[in-house]
């Protein structure tokens, strides 16, 4: 979950009190969006099962080598320009927000056994043509549902 200002933060975990929700995500994110920051600390609140307590996580991207501006809004024709030469494995600035990102969250879902391992993980998912690959699947398992073709 994404926020911007503690009070929201702090709201949502009651939401997710009353809903039983044990396991979860908080995030100061870039324009309250879980993504994760590259220009500052990203500030990260985890919430394990059998835990009362949030966890702080206050992670810097310098730590590990991606620290650098935020991608800014892009207009559109520029974001898909943008999205497939990072999917092409190009080591572009939103190649490197995906990496970042990407790595925190493979690693928080259990599909890393570290931060570190993640974004190895993120990065090569990018360079290999796997992340381009699952878009392809993705796009298609669409078509077929809605029988539209969809080019790859």
């Known amino acids: 979950m994404g926020f911007v200002h503690p009070p929201t933060e702090d709201r949502a975990q009651i939401t997710y009190a009353l809903r039983e929700q044990s396991f979860y995500t908080t995030v100061k994110g870039l324009e309250g969006s879980c993504d994760l ?3 500052r600390t990203a500030i990260i ?4 099962p059998g835990s009362t307590e949030l966890e702080r996580l206050l992670l810097h991207p310098r730590d590990f080598g991606l620290a650098g501006k935020d991608v800014s809004d892009l207009p559109v024709a520029e974001l898909a320009v943008a999205i497939e030469s990072a ?18 969250y493979l690693w928080r879902c ?25 878009l392809n699947d993705v796009k298609q398992a669409i078509a077929s549902l809605t029988a539209i073709p969809v080019a790859p």
């Open 110 to 134: 259990g599909a890393a056994d570290s931060i570190d391992a993640g974004l190895t993980l993120a990065k090569a998912l990018l360079t290999d043509g796997k992340a381009q690959t699952a």
């Open 45 to 48: 609140g985890l919430m394990n």
């Open 87 to 104: 999917l092409a494995g190009e080591i572009t600035p939103l190649a490197q927000s995906a990496i970042w990102n990407g790595g925190f």
């Open 37 to 39: 920051p590259r220009s």
